[in-house]
Nanobody, 124 residues
């Protein structure tokens, strides 16, 4: 099982970007999916997650109100809609599998099966 993030790019401060997470050869709707990021020279930071059972979500304080996680089981894809982007959102973003979706999982980065990330650069 490996997940791959895509959709990164260069965006101006205040802009929006939507990242996608796809699984290779398996059905995503059976999995709780999370996003984490790593900025240059910094430690990894948990961003968000969405539950496989009831669709409940969690967001880190740093992105709450600006980012929205969602899933489309027909397209077998999980999305991270990012609005009002700030330069401090610049990072490589990864999607990964999780056992549960809650504050502990995201803050401790209790994730697995992540693959190549996608670079998001917020700059004017």
């Amino acid at each position: 099982v490996q997940l791959q993030a895509s959709g990164g790019g260069l965006v101006q401060p205040g802009g929006s970007l939507t990242l996608s997470c796809a699984g290779s050869g398996f059905t995503l709707d059976y999995y709780t999916i999370g996003w984490f990021r790593q900025a240059p020279g910094k430690e990894r930071e948990g961003v968000s997650c969405i539950s496989s059972s009831d669709g409940s979500t969690y967001y880190a304080d740093s992105v709450k109100g600006r980012f929205t996680i969602s899933r489309d089981n027909v397209k077998n894809t999980v999305y991270l809609q990012m609005n009002s982007l700030k330069p401090e959102d610049t990072a490589v973003y990864y999607c990964a599998a999780a056992r549960l979706c809650n504050v502990v999982v995201v803050q401790t980065l209790d994730f697995s099966s992540w693959g190549p990330g996608t670079l998001v650069t917020v700059s004017s």
